[in-house]
């Protein structure tokens, strides 16, 4: 049986080593709203195999809209409710009371819904998409500085969909993960086009959105190893983009920035790309220059940087010479090749029941952040994994108190999610639909720069 306001939507649709790194320690990680601070730097993430995982901090809590052009609205009393035999058995269930639904269809498979309830009150805004469309797309978008997307970069999300719409249509977008608020880092695994910005958090290992290479969602608490093979040999890589450590073997990017940031006590390889495999997640790269006991190495467009230190350095030196051919391999305990990722905590919403406390203490967080109103921004899949909404709850304003985890997640599940994720809220909460932001941002200066966003991108055919 659908819950009521299911029912309502379709019918209106007819960390470095001391000897080893010149790297800083990251500033403290703050998480929903600004107040949510920790004094603990940001986790340095350890590989899976062979070194210890470092802790993950915990987290604590810390006017109208112009509706849309040809909308179509519907206002639902509670004695309406009633009339329906579904609607009745699961009416003193449901989140909302009096909800008053503004649907307009943003393009073929993307529908954008405007709800309102006195029962807060609240202010929703949910982008629902039909994966099912050949045209809908799901990426997940870095902050950029100027035109090139970084790890360390802080956007809002408005910003990026304009991006975005400058190369393609885009249908929307919400913000995403909890992240430093000095220097722009996802606190979570990040992966955008197949290429791993940052690992997933370990000890405890949090929940993150993904999307599989053949289009699927999924919701799940992910692990990745990365193995780099040399001839017939093979080494497994420790960190992606993060400050090498003792005997450590780090892979870099262009999302790192403009260079490695290393000392001089290691050898740096620059691997040009000369083929990539998605399907199976694997590159194929060649050995362009061997930099021994050098550091701070150039990070290209199209190359990749590896940095060894300790065991890793004096294995490095005795494998790879300039010339060579080597191929890296992402590896994840899904063993199906991740497209795009975004994390997020707690998820909220398990096989269509709430789950909150149980995700909650798996995922280390605090019942202040779980009971507390606040703005909320959260993305839920259907159970067929045929739909992803993307759902922002306002806060912090008369016109809308903001949401406690178990709200969030019942009203998650009346739209229709079978699993969902809590993302980064408070003052970061922003939905944009089209190009606009279409909910009411919590800060006094308006939309807050984010880290990044999952984006709704519509391919031409």
């Known amino acids: 049986m659908l819950p009521v306001l299911q029912i309502i939507l379709l019918l209106l649709q007819t960390a470095p080593g001391e000897a080893v790194s010149t790297a800083v320690p990251d500033p403290p990680i703050c998480a929903d709203v600004h107040a949510l601070c920790e004094s603990a730097p940001a986790p340095s993430f350890s590989p899976i195999s062979n070194l210890q995982p470092t802790q993950s901090p915990a987290f604590s809590p810390s006017g109208s809209l112009q509706p849309p052009q040809n909308p179509v609205v519907s206002r639902l009393s509670s004695q309406q409710s009633l009339q329906s035999s579904v609607a009745s058995q699961l009416y003193n269930q449901q989140t909302l009371q009096n909800p008053v639904v503004v649907t307009d269809t943003l393009a073929p498979g993307l529908v954008h819904h405007h709800i309102t309830d006195r029962r807060g009150p609240w202010n929703i ?65 990040h992966i955008s086009d197949g290429v791993p910005l940052r690992r997933p958090t370990l000890n405890p290992g949090r929940s993150v959105f993904m999307m599989y290479e053949d289009g699927t969602p999924d919701i799940q608490v992910p692990e990745m190893q990365v193995r780099l093979r040399l001839g017939s040999g093979r080494m497994n890589i420790t960190g992606v983009n993060e400050a090498r450590m003792e005997n450590g073997l780090v892979l870099y990017n262009h999302y790192y920035g403009n260079s490695t940031g290393s000392n001089r006590y290691g050898t740096e390889v620059m691997l040009r790309l000369i083929g990539e495999d998605r399907s199976s997640g694997s590159l194929t790269l060649v050995a362009d220059s061997v930099f021994r006991d050098m550091g701070n190495t150039a990070i290209r467009d199209g ?34 090749p991740v497209a795009q990722a975004a994390g997020g905590l707690p998820q909220i919403v398990c096989d269509g ?6 995700s909650a203490r798996r995922e280390a967080v605090r019942e202040a952040f779980i009971t507390t109103r606040h703005p909320r921004t959260a993305v839920g899949i259907s159970e067929n994994r045929d739909r992803v909404y993307l759902v922002t709850v306002d806060g912090r304003q008369q016109a809308s108190t903001g949401m406690s985890l178990y709200e969030l997640a019942s009203l998650m599940i009346d739209l229709g999610a079978w699993d969902a994720l809590n993302l980064d809220g408070g003052g970061s909460t922003t939905l944009v639909a089209g190009t606009k932001v279409a909910n009411r941002p919590s800060d006094p200066t308006g939309e807050r720069p984010v880290s990044n966003a999952i984006i709704i991108l519509i391919d031409e055919e």
């Open 125 to 189: 805004n949910v982008l629902e998409a039909d994966l099912k469309n050949p045209s809908i797309r799901i990426k997940v978008a870095k902050a950029a500085t100027g035109d090139r997307e970084a790890l360390y970069a802080m956007e809002r999300t408005s910003s990026m969909v304009r991006r975005y719409a400058d190369i393609t249509q885009v249908g929307g977008a919400v913000n995403a993960d909890f992240y430093n608020m000095e220097n722009g880092a996802p606190v979570n695994m």
């Open 353 to 358: 029941a709430d789950c909150v406390d149980a």
């Open 303 to 336: 190359y990749y940087v590896l940095s060894a230190h300790g065991s890793s350095y004096n294995r490095i030196n005795r494998s790879v010479s300039a010339g060579d051919t080597v191929r890296v391999s992402y590896h994840y305990n899904s063993e199906r």
